[in-house]
């Protein structure tokens, strides 16, 4: 294994040991398989590649100061993963199973878990795909759930700071009553462009609003949006955003801290009326906003003129961070440890 620089390290891929892998075939689940391979043998009929039929997960295994390994919440992503399922028509992983091959390669990989000093973590990417061959418009008949991991450094380069956010209205991320609540990769793809013209306007991301009307906040990019005021915590909610894990469990922090919570839909011109605004996810955690620009009406909604996050997301970050690494008491069980 070579040296590596934990400090340093992007949000990108490194080959590590193993993945896991299990197949689906005549109606059920076979045995958990270890491989090695970095590579997935498919047919290039395999519905996956012509129909979109699959299904992924992002989340974390962290080293802490006492020197256990945890993950964080990973039922949900089991439960998520399971709702994509029936959306798309694929046979749901039983979170038993989805647990069992959690703990199994986050135990093989080990060695690749960063140190707790370096900030960095151990990415776990759970995938569902469809196999079969077949050229018609079905669900396939065989499916390949794997996990594979590797270490991590933050989403974002600048790590817990401010960042700068554009709105567009000549891309949507997803439609209503499409796959925007799903966990798939077509929803990715279909940010691409709006993603590609956001850095090239000199932001870190883009914001969306709601595709049927544009009178109301979406997602920021990849991730869910939540904005602060009189001692409130507001989220969008929306049958085309996805349910984030990381959002729900600050939600819950935040009435932890003597907040009230509101998810319900939040029009453009609220934005005004936030103290702070902020990106929530598994890659991130948090991304404090530091403005959103409207480059159709030239105007500029500023939640940090410092630059500096805000106290409220700071304090909720500092608590989820907190509680993912074992340091602070885990009083709602959503840690796991994997490794004593």
């Not at 949900?76 to 959306?87: D, H, K, V």
């Not at 700071?161 to 793809?189: E, F, M, Q």
């Not at 500023?302 to 500096?308: C, Y």
Request: charged residues 25%.
């Amino acid at each position: 294994m070579e040296k590596i620089d934990w400090k340093n390290l992007s949000f990108g891929y490194i080959k590590t040991d193993y993945n896991v892998r299990c197949y689906y075939r005549n109606g059920k689940w076979g045995e958990i398989e270890v491989c090695s391979e970095e590579t997935i043998p498919m047919h290039m009929a395999a519905v996956c590649l012509h129909y979109g039929q699959e299904a992924f997960e992002g989340m974390k295994a962290y080293r802490c100061p006492d020197g256990k390994v945890r993950v964080f919440r990973t039922e949900e992503n089991a439960a998520r993963m399971q709702s994509t399922a029936r959306g798309l028509v694929m046979p749901e992983v039983p979170t038993e199973m989805f647990n069992a091959m959690i703990d199994r390669v986050v135990r093989l990989n080990e060695r690749w878990i960063p140190p707790y000093e370096s900030g960095a973590t151990l990415y776990l990417r759970p995938l569902l795909i469809g196999t079969s061959a077949q050229v018609g418009v079905h669900p396939s008949e065989e499916y390949l759930f794997m996990i594979f991991v590797t270490p991590v450094g933050p989403y974002f380069k600048g790590g817990f700071a401010t960042n700068p956010y554009v709105i567009t209205r000549d891309y949507d991320r997803s439609a209503p009553l499409g796959t925007g609540c799903y966990k798939v990769g077509g929803n990715y793809a279909a940010s691409l462009r709006a993603n590609k013209w956001a850095h090239e306007q000199g932001y870190s991301c883009e914001f969306y609003l709601d595709a049927k009307e544009k009178k109301y906040i979406d997602e920021c990019g990849a991730a869910n949006f939540f904005g602060i005021k009189d001692n409130t915590y507001v989220t969008p909610k929306s049958t085309s955003i996805l349910p984030s894990v990381t959002n729900k469990s600050l939600m819950q922090l935040a009435e932890d801290l003597g907040m009230k919570v509101e998810r319900r839909q939040i029009p453009l011109e609220e934005l005004e009326t936030f103290e702070e605004a902020g990106a929530c996810g598994t890659a991130a955690v948090i991304s404090p906003i530091q403005r959103i620009d409207d480059p159709e009406t030239g105007k500029s909604y500023v939640f940090s003129k410092d630059g500096k996050p805000g106290p409220v997301s700071t304090k909720l970050f500092n608590k989820l961070i907190a509680i993912q690494y074992g340091i602070e008491p885990d009083t709602h069980g959503w840690t796991r440890v994997v490794i004593e």
